[in-house]
């Protein structure tokens, strides 16, 4: 599964290549960018409630219906600003949701259930890709040294490959438009 880091890249990857006018300050949209890149994860703060932050992740907030869901309060609460976007609003974040459930299912998951409940609540047969591009991050069941698992040479490897695959991704969508 990619990290916090992978997620806010690949949300920035959809945010820099999309159409949408935003009349916000830059520090307000990326802050807002970044937290919608990583919504999914939420689900580590329920497991957290428990003492195991791994308990609920991987669950029902990494489905379509999550991200549909979100999608569409959020093109709702836009809409409120009187601007007439809410419905490209909505459609932005359907797609920074879905390049973290993409990156999710491109990652190496060792924890079963392999894969996340992408067609959740229809089933919860995990979906994942037999081929991976992205490695995976170690952490610790448990909330009392949570944090400070993270930060080992394992997982440092694994963002700096998340950083490298953004990057060719990035260059790649640049030529392309450029070209097209």
């Known amino acids: 599964m990619c990290s916090p880091v992978g997620h806010s890249l690949a949300g920035a990857l959809v945010v820099r290549h999309n159409r949408f006018d935003f009349k916000w300050s830059?520090?307000?949209?990326?802050?807002?960018?970044?937290?919608?890149?990583?919504?999914?994860?939420?689900?580590?703060?329920?497991?957290?409630?428990?003492?195991?932050?791994?308990?609920?992740?991987?669950?029902?907030?990494?489905?379509?219906?999550?991200?549909?869901g979100v999608s569409i309060v959020s093109g709702l609460i836009y809409s409120l600003k009187g601007t007439g976007q809410g419905v490209q609003a909505g459609r932005l974040v359907f797609w920074i949701l879905a390049a973290h459930l993409l990156c999710d299912i491109l990652g190496t998951d060792?924890?079963?259930?392999?894969?996340?409940?992408?067609?959740?609540?229809?089933?919860?047969?995990?979906?994942?890709?037999?081929?991976?591009?992205?490695?995976?991050?170690?952490?610790?069941?448990?909330?009392?040294?949570?944090?400070?698992?993270?930060?080992?040479?394992?997982?440092?490897?694994?963002?700096?490959?998340?950083?490298?695959?953004?990057?060719?991704?990035?260059?790649f969508l640049l030529i392309f438009r450029k070209r097209g």
């Open 110 to 171: 060792y924890r079963p259930p392999i894969g996340i409940p992408l067609f959740w609540p229809l089933t919860d047969y995990p979906v994942h890709s037999p081929y991976t591009v992205f490695g995976n991050i170690i952490r610790v069941p448990h909330t009392e040294g949570f944090f400070r698992s993270l930060l080992c040479w394992h997982n440092f490897r694994v963002v700096v490959h998340e950083i490298g695959v953004m990057a060719g991704i990035y260059l």
């Open 26 to 68: 830059s520090l307000k949209a990326l802050l807002l960018f970044l937290v919608i890149a990583n919504l999914p994860d939420v689900d580590f703060l329920f497991g957290w409630a428990q003492g195991d932050p791994n308990l609920y992740h991987q669950t029902w907030t990494h489905s379509l219906a999550f991200i549909f």
